[in-house]
Structures are given as structure tokens and as C-alpha cells.
């Protein structure tokens, strides 16, 4: 049942309640005996309660599949492996992954059902009294998040161990606490893209040198000021031959991968680190 909820969630979405969600169609959908499921659950109530429980502990809320498009990061990946040999050209490199993925990973999130689904429930949980229960929910979702930080603070880690980047010795933050900002930033678009769908196509004018590619979304340019922000060449990276082809193999590996992608296998926060890891 409880399995059968979430299937028919992530098709339609969730709105601010679960009022639109049936029982019954639960149960048809579940192909479970009726007997069986007002026995486990007496009232509709307790069932809303543990299907809340388990929507609040989906530890991949943001796992999108439609709008994957892997064309602009193949072709960075192929057609700029020389960027690899110059402290200028890592630099583009990293902006660039910045500028796509950022672009990318605001569309999925705002065309998402599974996302605005997640955004819902948070909503959905202030509206429920005080108490225990609340509480409850409170805390597990405070946990998924937590879970989506630290995969997105080991992404952003290895792509600055890849690039010869670290966290300014000065800065005293570290990448999770980056990803809390950057996971912000691009929520908080992705909400405001609900109700004014431009912002999913407006661009914004940042640093030449970084602007000879392409167009920046608001939210990739906000993410990249931010990492920008706190992030330098490590000083005590040592550029050899054996160093720049560790990152040529990455962009070859990433290049396959990405050529012969199911969408299905990616999402926001664990695609760009699976391809980091091969």
C-alpha cells in the first residue's frame, strides 16, 4: 500500500494535503485484500500517517528523469580535454560544469513531480497540530536533508580534489556547508520558477572570462559566486603529466558514460559524483 502511495505520488505529485490521494485506489493500485488493509490501518488517518512517514524519509527526494540532457556536458567533456593542461583552463572547466549542471539541475528540479512532491510535504508537515506527531516528521526530514548535504558537499569535494581546488585555509567552512547553500539557492529558484517560468530561461551577465561559452542561469551563476567565494587553487597540487591525465581519464570516462546515459539513472544531487567515480 504504503508502496503503491509513493508509485502514484511521483506520477501526479503531491499537493499541501493528501485529501486527493484514494484509499481505494490505493488498494487497487497495491492489489491487496481490502480485509487486509482496514485491518493494518482502521482509519484512512493512519495510513496518511505512515505514508507521511515514509514520503519524509526518502533519502533521494530530487531524483528527476525527464528533463536529463547529457549533449552539453558530453561535448565539454570531449571537445575540451586540453583544458586540463592550464591552471586557466581548469578554471573554465570548473565554471563550466558549474554553468551546465547548474542550468540543468534547475529544470529538473522545477519540471519535477517528485521534487515539488518533497516541497509539498514540507508544507504539508506545518500544517498538521503540534504535537508528537509533528515533531516526528520534523525530524526526519531534517535528516533526508542532511543526507542530500552530504552528497552534494562529497560532489562538490571531489570535483575540487579533481581540479587541484581547496577550501581557503581562512574560510573555516567546509564543502557541506557549501552544499547547504548551494541546495538553497537552487530550491529557492526552483520555487519561484513554479509561479514565474522565465526564470528557468533568464540569463545573467557575469565575468567575461567566464562568460565565452555560454548564457548563465540566476541560480548556476548564485551557486558559483558562492563557491567562487570560498574556494582556491591548492597551492600544494603538483601539475604533472600523471596529474592533468587523472583528469583527461575522468573527462573520457564521463564522455562514454554520458553517451550512453539512462536518464533514469541520474539525479541532481548523485549524478555528476557517479560520474566522478566511474
Excluded at 565539454?76 to 592550464?86: I, K, R
Aim: glycine residues 4%.
Amino acid at each position: 500500500m504504503i508502496a503503491a502511495a509513493i508509485e502514484m505520488i511521483r506520477e501526479s505529485g503531491l499537493t499541501v494535503s493528501l485529501e486527493h490521494l484514494s484509499v481505494e485506489d490505493v488498494i487497487r493500485r497495491a492489489d491487496v485484500s481490502r480485509t487486509a488493509v482496514y485491518r493494518r490501518w482502521k482509519y484512512k488517518e493512519d495510513f496518511f500517517a505512515d505514508l507521511l512517514r515514509e514520503l519524509a524519509r526518502d533519502p533521494h527526494p530530487a531524483v528527476i528523469t525527464t528533463q536529463f540532457r547529457p549533449d552539453e556536458l558530453r561535448r565539454l567533456a570531449t571537445d575540451h580535454m586540453d583544458w586540463a593542461e592550464t591552471a586557466d583552463g581548469r578554471e573554465r572547466l570548473y565554471a563550466e560544469l558549474m554553468r551546465i549542471g547548474g542550468a540543468m539541475d534547475l529544470t529538473m528540479l522545477a519540471t519535477s513531480h517528485q521534487w515539488r512532491s518533497y516541497i509539498a510535504l514540507q508544507a504539508a508537515v506545518l500544517s498538521i497540530e503540534e504535537g508528537d506527531f509533528r515533531a516526528e516528521l520534523q525530524g526526519i526530514l531534517a535528516d533526508s536533508e542532511r543526507q542530500i548535504h552530504r552528497r552534494l558537499g562529497a560532489t562538490y569535494a571531489a570535483v575540487a580534489d579533481l581540479l587541484g581546488y581547496r577550501i581557503r585555509p581562512d574560510a573555516h567552512i567546509t564543502f557541506e556547508e557549501i552544499a547547504i547553500m548551494c541546495s538553497s539557492v537552487m530550491n529557492g529558484a526552483a520555487i519561484k520558477a513554479q509561479c514565474d517560468a522565465s526564470l528557468l530561461t533568464h540569463t545573467v551577465a557575469v565575468a567575461e572570462r567566464l562568460d565565452r561559452q555560454g548564457p548563465w542561469s540566476v541560480a548556476a551563476a548564485a551557486c558559483y559566486a558562492i563557491l567562487a567565494l570560498y574556494i582556491e587553487p591548492d597551492p600544494a597540487v603538483a601539475w604533472d603529466a600523471q596529474r592533468i591525465e587523472r583528469i583527461k581519464d575522468v573527462m573520457r570516462r564521463a564522455a562514454q558514460t554520458l553517451a550512453m546515459a539512462d536518464p533514469a539513472e541520474f539525479g541532481v544531487n548523485d549524478g555528476l559524483r557517479r560520474l566522478l567515480d566511474g
